[in-house]
T-cell receptor, first 108, second 111 residues
Framework: GQNIDQPTEMTATEGAIVQINCTYQTSGFNGLFWYQQHAGEAPTFLSYNVLDGLEEKGRFSSFLSRSKGYSYLLLKELQMKDSASYLCAVQSDYKLSFGAGTTVTVRA | DAEITQSPRHKITETGRQVTLACHQTWNHNNMFWYRQDLGHGLRLIHYSYGVQDTNKGEVSDGYSVSRSNTEDLPLTLESAASSQTSVYFC??????????FGEGSRLTVL
């Protein structure tokens, strides 16, 4: 089975940096995904890590350590539109198991 | 443009009724998935399929069934709806180990 943990809520100020941590214990591992989900909408893909290290994509970066079962999503230069839920998901075979999500609130 | 569509987007039904949620994708993806999303639980996998005639149970499959007769469609059926099945349902598809593409969601209320 899968056990995926991430904080429930985080608050940050516009222009700041926020780091969302995700720890996991899995019976199989093909990769780790991060999704963004705005209220009332479908999740959308943000990033994918299969090897250890940092993947950078504009204002968003994601890090993976497979030996520690740990990942984080880094959001830089926060904007109001970044207020959303961020979902950590572990892939085993072709299916994803999701954490409960972290709601990020960006304040002016 | 390729897409994945769900219908209906909103449904209210009564306890004990059979309900089917449709999912249609034009990505030509082999993999299709049904998740439900509830506050405090995140997305939980109900059923999934890796190709035509292939179906598999996820972590919360009791009370649900799916069929895969072609590549494009994976309908989700609730045989006898229960109030505990009130939720938002998301269909998704992928190819290989690639990212999941989600439909817009179907909000089901069972009274």
């Amino acid at each position: 089975g899968q056990n995926i943990d991430q904080p429930t809520e985080m608050t940050a100020t516009e222009g700041a940096i926020v780091q969302i941590n995700c720890t996991y214990q899995t019976s199989g591992f093909n990769g780790l995904f991060w999704y963004q989900q705005h209220a009332g909408e479908a999740p959308t893909f943000l990033s994918y890590n299969v090897l250890d290290g940092l993947e950078e994509k504009g204002r968003f970066s994601s890090f993976l350590s497979r030996s520690k079962g740990y990942s984080y999503l880094l959001l830089k230069e926060l904007q109001m539109k970044d207020s959303a839920s961020y979902l950590c998901a572990v892939q085993s075979d072709y299916k994803l198991s999701f954490g409960a999500g972290t709601t990020v609130t960006v304040r002016a | 443009d390729a897409e994945i569509t769900q219908s209906p987007r909103h449904k209210i039904t009564e306890t004990g009724r059979q309900v089917t949620l449709a999912c249609h994708q034009t990505w030509n993806h082999n993999n299709m998935f049904w998740y439900r999303q509830d506050l405090g639980h995140g997305l939980r996998l109900i059923h999934y399929s890796y190709g035509v005639q292939d179906t598999n149970k996820g972590e919360v499959s009791d009370g649900y069934s799916v069929s895969r007769s072609n590549t494009e469609d994976l309908p989700l059926t609730l045989e006898s709806a229960a109030s505990s099945q009130t939720s938002v349902y998301f269909c998704a598809s992928s190819q290989g180990t690639g990212e999941l593409f989600f439909g817009e969601g179907s909000r089901l209320t069972v009274l």
